[in-house]
């Protein structure tokens, strides 16, 4: 049985997408997890990058890896991880007696295995969903900066949550909420502005028609050229630098125009996967460039399956559901923003074919799963394959809807070649081109050899 200190993932669960999976995977899965846990630090250096090894092997899992597959991908990713640090008994003893939103160790690295052992405890004693309702959702001062810090670090505490969440194991839990209580609160301050600004619209102004989100993306540079062009290439933070310093009061405006109905939250959960897929597979385009997904915005759609787990949950509110939903859309938002507001080519998805006759002779993505178990990264590709699986059943039931962009099959499928063909075998200068709306991104991007896509 899983506990705050031990992972236990059975084989009958395999996460959203519900595949099977064998005994041995499931075996092999939960020791790997476990290695995690009490071997490496949340982060693997000094700038704060994230150990991504909870995402890769249970995405891997999830989308039917074997037991060696899961074994490479441990042992690719084990070797530059920072070790687990020690408690400090001092500090533990101090967050047991309790702690407030301005509590000292919130934001600092140093204090990750404090709060991993707090939250452990915290869940031993009342459950993991008690404790999500009592440091994310209670609505009070210190759950609030839990709740914003959550959306920092380009969502990684949320993504690291999702899997505790997703798979029911009680330690990734803990890992996720330790996660966000050792990141900087910017994002959630900006997001808390946003928030107050829609509340305080007038009934009416908040009755208006709902604007499709993916029309959203699509118009920032007509709403305003001066939020469209806030970032600039050169920002060591496109949104912190870019988006809040040269136009705070644009991005407010227009963000504030999002809401999420309580009687909607099927369909608005649909459509904020469906969004994400949408511009991370359209904004890959640059002719005459090959295609390459945008690092920033693939954590935006990696994310999103945790709304489908959190919306079925009933002890969570219709308004509790709504507003996680309504951060992470403006939070989407900022970030395509952030990244040069990159075009979203839908013609060329349509019209690419795949270099690989074998890749482009298939007829479903599935086919394709062993070629992305092959790819010996961090987790960021199989994660991405996983989303479109669940972005695009989630989209079936709404296919007449106004905000759907990719409604067949076919579409999907290219989804699954152009990330494989970006992915696959050696790639320069890397798998991901980051920020994709910048041609600077592009410079060092091989081009297609007719000059065409």
């Excluded at 031990?6 to 939960?30: C, F, H, M, N, Y």
């Excluded at 949340?42 to 704060?48: D, L, Q, R, T, Y």
């Amino acid at each position: 049985m899983a506990t705050p200190w031990q992972i236990r993932v059975p084989a009958t669960d395999t996460g959203l997408l519900r595949w099977a999976q064998t005994e041995e995977s499931a075996a092999k899965v939960s020791e790997l997890l476990q290695k995690d846990l009490e071997s490496h630090h949340v982060f693997f250096n000094a700038e704060g990058f994230h150990n991504h090894t909870v995402h890769l092997l249970l995405s891997l899992y999830a989308t039917g890896a074997s037991p060696s597959v899961l074994e490479q991908a441990y042992a690719e990713n084990h070797s530059y991880q920072i070790k687990a640090m020690n408690t400090h008994p001092d500090v533990v003893k101090e967050l047991k007696s309790g702690w407030s939103a301005d509590c000292p160790y919130l934001g600092k690295g140093k204090h990750y295995p404090d709060f991993l052992k707090f939250f452990q405890d915290e869940i031993e004693e009342k459950g993991w969903e008690k404790v999500l309702l009592e440091y994310v959702f209670k609505g009070d001062e210190r759950s609030e900066a839990i709740y914003g810090r959550l959306f920092a670090g380009f969502l990684h505490p949320l993504i690291q949550l999702m899997y505790g969440i997703e798979w029911h194991q009680p330690a990734i839990v803990a890992e996720g909420l330790a996660q966000a209580a050792v990141h900087e609160n910017r994002v959630g301050a900006f997001l808390t502005k946003v928030e107050q600004a829609a509340s305080s619209q007038s009934q009416s102004q908040s009755a208006q028609r709902r604007t499709p989100l993916p029309e959203l993306f699509e118009s920032v540079g007509q709403y305003s050229e001066k939020l469209a062009t806030s970032a600039q290439y050169g920002d060591s933070n496109k949104v912190y630098d870019g988006v809040f310093v040269r136009a705070p009061d644009e991005a407010l405006e227009f963000l504030k125009q999002i809401r999420v109905g309580e009687d909607e939250l099927e369909e608005q959960l649909a459509e904020m996967v469906h969004s994400c897929a949408y511009v991370a597979a359209t904004a890959a385009f640059h002719p005459p460039n090959v295609p390459k997904f945008d690092f920033f915005l693939i954590h935006h759609l990696n994310s999103s399956p945790l709304f489908v787990t959190l919306l079925s949950f009933d002890w969570l509110t219709p308004a509790q559901k709504a507003r996680m939903l309504e951060w992470k859309i403006r939070l989407d938002i900022v970030q395509y923003i952030a990244r040069g507001c990159p075009p979203l080519r839908l013609d060329a998805l349509k019209s690419f074919t795949s270099k690989d006759s074998t890749v482009a002779s298939v007829t479903k993505p599935e086919d394709l799963l062993s070629r992305f178990h092959e790819i010996l990264d961090d987790g960021h590709t199989i994660k991405v394959v996983r989303a479109f699986f669940i972005a695009q059943k989630l989209s079936q039931k709404f296919a007449d809807r106004p905000w759907i962009r990719i409604a067949d099959d076919e579409t999907w499928l290219k989804m699954h070649q152009v990330l494989l063909q970006s992915t696959e075998g050696p790639q320069e200068p890397s798998l991901w081109v980051r920020s994709a709306g910048f041609d600077d991104a592009w410079q060092n991007v091989p081009k297609e050899a007719d000059g065409k896509l």
